[in-house]
């Protein structure tokens, strides 16, 4: 019980997972607003606008300097987590979302040139994020961080 009364009342988490909820909320409108199509599972999908990575690490950042001080070695190593992730949503995984356009691209053209069956899955596209989306999620969260704790 103690375990989940910690859980309960840990202000840091429920930021933090409050963040993530809001960004994968707005990827839904989003897509609604931009695409014109309701897609539920933008809820839970990676990529897009903000960067729901972003909006938890830095919800989480934050909440722990507001909590613990900005001064203290939990912020800074939080930051440190924060800025790593953020820099992988924008780099690494980005690059892999255009590497899997490429490649689709690819087999497709395979596909088209041999007329045969090709039983390789389309490789997911929207993996990273671009740099605004990386930004506005990192400022969503820092709202949230400040505002929830």
């Not at 190593?77 to 790593?84: D, P, V, Y």
């Amino acid at each position: 019980m103690v375990f989940i009364n910690g859980i309960k009342n840990n202000s840091v988490l429920w930021a933090s997972v409050f963040a993530w909820f809001i960004a994968q909320s707005l990827k839904v409108i989003h897509t609604l607003v931009v695409d014109r199509h309701f897609n539920v599972w933008r809820f839970v999908g990676s990529g897009g606008m903000p960067s729901s990575h972003s909006s938890f690490v830095m919800g989480l950042c934050t909440a722990i300097g507001k909590l613990h001080g900005w001064d203290s070695a939990l912020f800074a190593l939080s930051l440190g987590m924060a800025l790593i992730v953020m820099y992988d949503a924008a780099g690494v995984r980005r690059a892999v979302g255009k590497q899997a356009i490429i490649l689709n691209k690819m087999i497709e053209d395979i596909h088209k040139k041999k007329e045969k069956k090709l039983t390789e899955q389309r490789l997911k596209e929207l993996v990273g994020h671009t740099p605004v989306e990386v930004l506005a999620g990192a400022i969503l969260g820092i709202i949230i961080g400040y505002l929830m704790v």
